[in-house]
């Protein structure tokens, strides 16, 4: 049964008229949309992007016979805050929970908040969420062993099959819809971020029993040979195999295509890879030559081509929307010697951008972003700036759906720069650090407000672009923000500034 909120957000929805935009007005070409959402992958780690240590053959197909974006962002530097971001069409600074969470975290994204995929499904879309969830799932005091909800099924989605927070932390279960997959009910799971529970052993106090040593953190319950964040009990026989994540995610992608094929689909595909902990399969195991990060790329890549080899196979490439992307920019020591660094070899996963995951600068938030529409869209490279939070009020006006009030309030109709016929973009965009620090990303200046903090996490070797000084670049002659010039442009730091003040403001959209 829906509850009461539930139910009022899908009649404010349904109320307003469907009068679908001009060549997608029925469900025979509306077109489906695919979402492949990767992990930590940055702006230099693809070959399509300038990467020449390694190939990405899939992912540059893509690019070769769509739309390659080459000033393209996510909201923000690290993971929850993207995804929140993608699906509501709503900054993720604005709210203080928009956080890197807890793998036992309440549901980020609640009934009451309109989502992408909750306007698509009123329209006549059948939606699914694959993979890695990260935004929180249930309530305060949540069962693993019982029906897990709120979760994406009382927010847009028909069906979901989830990794519930990330690789590295427990619980390491998949959920389907509401329910643990595979699980016993004689072994319940427990799950606890605040003291250690059940007997199982951990990395702290045995080393001897992982696949590889944890570098920081990641010291927590063993599962599978790694060592995770949190401690869990129970659920042994639901727990997964990391050497096996990617194929099961990705056969139950293609099984939503396969079984949606006659009706229009929305698919958020939100890879593992290449997230740590990296344990590629064996056959990708020792292929790229540049450790296991190198692998799980091509690992990551070998997906993206079965989706597109899916969608060729049923005649439905034409007229799907795929989306490749990333949710934020790159980390090489993320809390594992798994040998990534040591086996770069030259590959520079950020490309010319400065800073990386977790960052401040530019390889914070700015990432590969490629689109493929072969019935509208005409091959290219565009400049223009564009952002993931526009993904909201672009599928919106796709499908001819008014966004109901105070719903994506910051989410704009991105479809002539994402479509092609816009070369400019956005004017700005905010862009979100680890730290809560601000910047004001527009086509040339990119502003970093002044502030406390450490100019380089000890941990994962990234400089994350805190001073106590404001910060401005130009870009257009300084894509690696090698330069603060904010002291001879006074006026713009001033007029960015203000700007950033001004979005801050209550009720500002």
């Known amino acids: 049964m829906l509850s009461p909120s ?11 008229p469907a009068v679908y935009a001009a060549g997608v007005g029925s469900s025979a070409t509306r077109p489906n949309i695919v979402i492949i959402y990767a992990d930590d992958l940055g702006y230099g780690d693809v070959s399509c992007y300038g990467a020449t240590a390694i190939k990405t053959p899939h992912i540059d197909r893509v690019a070769r016979e769509g739309r390659r974006f080459t000033n393209a962002h996510a909201t923000s530097a690290t993971c929850t805050p993207s995804r929140f971001a993608l699906l509501t069409g709503v900054y993720p600074w604005r709210r203080t929970d928009a956080k890197i969470l807890p793998g036992n975290a309440p549901a980020l994204i609640t009934p009451e908040i309109v989502t992408a995929p909750a306007i698509l499904q009123q329209a006549g879309y059948t939606t699914a969420a ?8 249930g309530g305060e005091t949540l069962d693993w062993n019982t029906d897990i909800k709120p979760g994406p099924l009382e927010i847009g989605f028909n069906t979901c099959f989830l990794i519930p927070a990330t690789g590295d932390r427990v619980p390491c279960v998949f959920v389907q819809d509401h329910r643990v997959v595979g699980l016993d009910p004689q072994d319940p799971i427990q799950v606890s971020y605040s003291q250690p529970i059940g007997h199982d052993p951990t990395g702290k106090e045995h080393p001897e029993l992982l696949k590889y040593k944890f570098s920081h953190g990641h010291d927590q319950t063993i599962v599978n040979g790694i060592s995770r964040i949190g401690y869990m009990s129970g659920g042994q026989r639901a727990r997964w195999v990391d050497e096996d994540i990617a194929d099961t995610l990705t056969r139950r992608a293609t099984a939503f295509i396969e079984e949606n094929r006659r009706r229009p689909f929305f698919l958020y595909f939100a890879t593992q890879d290449i ?30 081509g079965e989706v597109l080899g899916t969608l060729d196979r049923l005649g439905l490439a034409q007229n799907t929307i795929v989306i490749v992307s990333s949710d934020n920019g790159p980390v090489v020591d993320d809390g594992y010697h798994d040998g990534s660094v040591e086996n770069l070899d030259g590959h520079l996963p950020a490309g010319p951008l400065r800073g990386g995951k977790y960052s401040a600068f530019e390889a914070g938030t700015r990432i590969p972003l490629i689109l493929r529409w072969p019935a509208r869209v005409k091959p290219g490279v565009s400049d223009a700036l564009v952002t993931q939070l526009d ?16 719903a994506g309030r910051d989410s704009r109709d991105g479809s002539a720069a994402f479509f092609g016929s816009d070369a400019k973009g956005r004017d700005f965009i905010i862009e979100h650090a680890v730290n809560g620090r601000l910047g004001v990303r ?7 407000e002044p502030g406390p903090g ?15 000084s404001p910060q401005l670049y130009d870009l257009k002659t300084d894509v690696g923000e ?10 713009v730091v001033e007029e960015l500034k203000a700007m950033l003040a001004s979005m801050r403001a209550p009720g500002t959209k």
């Open 442 to 448: 527009t086509a040339a200046w990119k502003y970093i």
């Open 6 to 16: 539930r139910l009022l957000l899908l009649l404010t929805i349904a109320a307003v």
């Open 482 to 491: 090698k330069k603060n010039v904010a002291e001879q442009n006074p006026q």
């Open 275 to 304: 997230h740590v902990p990296r344990v590629p399969h064996s056959r990708f195991l020792g292929k790229s030559g540049l450790g296991r990060r190198g692998d799980a790329i091509l690992q990551l890549d070998f997906c993206v």
């Open 391 to 406: 993904f909201f009020a672009t599928f919106a006006a796709l499908v001819g759906r008014k966004i109901p009030a105070k």
């Open 454 to 468: 450490l100019a380089k996490n000890v941990n994962t070797n990234i400089e994350l672009g805190n001073s106590t």
């Open 130 to 137: 694959v993979g890695k969830w990260h935004l929180g799932l």
